[in-house]
């Protein structure tokens, strides 16, 4: 039972390239989730899923798109990649919709 | 939403309990508290989560005063391998939710 995983783990970009993170979770959780966290701060919700085949905004949605693709996997993609989203990602999963479980994050850095 | 507020940063030594405290005036009823704690380079782990009361866990337990206002996360005979950021999250859905800055705890030995 691996939880849940993302990958890559490490991605740099040059600014205007596009990219997509993956995000697999094996608990057959119905929400899934992806956060991003900028140094020294908390996480901020980009875009969650409440059920396959859903998909709503965050707090933070702007310059990113996302796919439920089936009930185990959520992509996050960044069709042109600026340097204000450098920043580590997080993807979660949700069972209750109250406790979220999290992936060990993906470091992304734009030049 | 409820805005939770916790200090920015705590300091222990190994051994002794250490109680964050988290304020969340605007609580709904529906809403739940929640902590995580998260480690350097790594997401965050689920502690523990309550509605009212006390709850209590293997690592940590939750004291939720009657007007539930507020909330403390107490981590009895803390040592070294505790020290990392903690956040009090309130809500009832996970989309609702805001992570703030945490309490940064740091623990010597």
């Known amino acids: 039972n691996a939880g849940v995983t993302q990958t890559p783990k490490f991605q740099v970009l040059k600014t205007g390239q596009s990219m997509t993170l993956q995000c697999a979770q094996d608990m057959n959780h119905n929400s899934m989730y992806w956060y991003r966290q900028d140094p020294g701060m908390g996480l901020r919700l980009i875009y969650y899923?409440?059920?396959?085949?859903?998909?709503d905004k965050g707090e933070v949605p702007n310059g990113y798109n996302v796919s439920r693709l089936n009930k185990r996997e959520f992509s996050l993609r960044l069709e042109s990649a600026a340097p204000s989203q450098t920043s580590v990602y997080f993807c979660?999963?949700?069972?209750?919709?109250?406790?979220?479980?999290f992936g060990p994050g993906t470091r992304l850095t734009v030049l | 939403l409820a805005k939770t507020t916790q200090p920015i940063s705590m300091d222990s030594y190994e051994g002794q309990e250490v109680n964050i405290t988290c304020s969340h005036n605007?609580?709904?009823?529906?809403?739940?508290i929640t902590w995580y704690q998260q480690f350097p380079s790594q997401g965050p782990r689920f502690i523990i989560q309550?509605?009212?009361t006390k709850v209590t866990n293997e690592v940590a337990s939750l004291f939720i005063p009657a007007d539930r206002k507020s909330s403390t996360l107490s981590l009895p005979r803390v040592s070294l391998s505790d020290t990392a950021v903690y956040y009090c999250?309130?809500?009832?859905?996970?989309?609702?939710?805001?992570f703030g800055t945490g309490t940064r705890l740091q623990v010597f030995p």
């Open positions: 309550g509605y009212k």
């Open positions: 605007n609580i709904a009823t529906n809403d739940y």
């Open positions: 899923s409440a059920s396959e085949g859903t998909t």
């Open positions: 979660a999963s949700s069972e209750d919709g109250r406790t979220q479980y």
């Open positions: 999250l309130v809500g009832y859905n996970t989309d609702k939710l805001i």
